[in-house]
């Protein structure tokens, strides 16, 4: 008998039609004799109508009530999905966060969990039901409903699967699992059946949209094993798992991309410590995250230029915070362009293989594709193109690293 917790997302949830699927796929697990958790998120665009009538009273809804709102979302789903397990015979009993008793800190619309109580969960298990609780959501020490931000039922499910010690969290989404790289841009690409934890962060900080990032990493720490797989399509998804071995023998796992960049440089910047705080040190009070950097010193003129990387919503702001920066620096002049695109090689195995970059750089240069900034890390290398290039690159390096043939045994 195993514990198995369970995800389904807005779109799996959707209708009654899906409520009634998911119940019976539900069913199926509990009859086999196991013991199933069920994390649900509100029904599909449920949450976007919420806000929009939020903001029809007040621009920047007030974030403790927004929370209040928020979480009727989920609370409507728990409630639908308990109703048709019970319609197929199968015992069933729903929960908010607040009555699990998730504890989060108390920055609403974005809190973290500090702490489960899994007791009710447990006694109710231990009478043969399947337990069914609102993803998203929690309560603070003070009583108030908290929600965990954007894909914050990943999390939950991850949360609570690891306060039960569960022996797998199944992530079902409108996908089949995890592939080598966007199937709509790369038709060829692979469904992987297993990547680690590391793999998969990478993945999902770089680009990928299959699971939420916050997830991934309290997995990892927890020791959860996870796996995705389709909420409309019976198969075995892809599991993320701890590194082993085996996957020395792959170089590459995976092709991750951003379209949503842009890049900032600030040129003739003098040559003198600090100088790169000063240039990001407003964008950081500004709230915009900075992702790639490179700085270039011309040793003669005694200044630097410096280039950087912010998601394509922030550009606007932070053109306008360098500007401004730039002259108290006295640089020469400041540059932008937010018609780029990020490409990522990401593989474990490149720990152990030599001439992966080298490899990159020169399927990509044969597309005729220049290179504007490169980043590296122990299993990851990062390039920034022009926008236009970035289908051609993802599928050039598709094709150079051979991703889609089955990996030999």
């Given amino acids: 008998m195993a514990l198995i917790v369970q995800k389904y997302g807005g779109t799996s949830v959707g209708t009654i039609e899906r409520i009634m699927a998911v119940a019976e796929r539900v069913k199926r697990w509990r009859d086999q004799g196991d013991h199933v958790v069920v994390v649900v998120s509100a029904m599909s665009g449920e949450t976007d109508r919420l806000i929009g009538l939020a903001r029809q009273l007040q621009e920047r809804p007030e974030p403790r009530e927004l929370d209040v709102l928020l979480s009727t979302g989920e609370q409507v789903t728990i409630a639908l999905l308990s109703m048709a397990l019970q319609a197929h015979g199968c015992p069933a009993r729903s929960y908010t966060g607040a009555q699990v008793h998730i504890l989060t800190d108390s920055a609403h619309n974005k809190a973290r969990i500090r702490d489960i109580d899994a007791a009710r969960v447990r006694a109710d298990l231990d009478a043969g039901r399947v337990v069914v609780v609102a993803g998203f959501q929690g309560i603070d020490e003070h ?92 198969g075995e998804g892809t599991l993320i798992t701890f590194e082993e071995n ?77 500007k401004a920066t730039a002259d108290n620096l006295g640089a020469r002049q400041v540059l932008g362009d937010p018609q780029i695109a990020k490409i990522s090689l990401v593989g474990v195995g490149m720990r152990s293989h030599a001439g992966i970059a080298s490899r990159m750089f020169s399927s990509l240069a044969e597309e005729g594709i220049n290179i504007r900034m490169i980043s590296t890390s122990e299993i990851k290398i990062s390039v920034v193109v022009d926008e236009k290039y970035l289908e051609l690159g993802v599928r050039a390096l598709h094709d150079a690293f051979g991703l889609d043939q089955e990996p030999v045994v």
């Fill in 143 to 234: 009583g108030d409903i908290t929600t965990l931000g954007r894909g914050g039922s990943d999390t939950s499910a991850v949360a609570i699967a690891a306060a039960l010690k569960a022996d797998e969290c199944q992530i079902y989404t409108d996908v089949d699992g995890v592939y080598t790289t966007d199937p709509r841009v790369e038709p060829k690409a692979r469904k992987l059946d297993r990547i680690t934890f590391e793999e998969m962060l990478e993945m999902a900080s770089l680009g990928s949209k299959v699971l939420q990032i916050r997830s991934v990493e309290f997995a990892g720490k927890y020791r959860v094993p996870l796996r995705v797989l389709s909420s409309f399509e019976e």
């Fill in 246 to 322: 085996a996957v020395e023998d792959a170089q590459i796992s995976g092709i991750a991309f951003s379209r949503d960049e842009a890049k900032l440089t600030v040129l003739g910047v003098p040559d003198q410590p600090g100088v790169a705080y000063q240039i990001l040190g407003p964008i950081a009070d500004a709230n915009i995250e900075v992702d790639m950097i490179i700085q270039n010193v011309a040793a003669q003129e005694a200044a630097t230029d410096f280039t950087f990387t912010v998601h394509r919503n922030d550009y606007a702001r932070a053109l306008e915070i360098l």
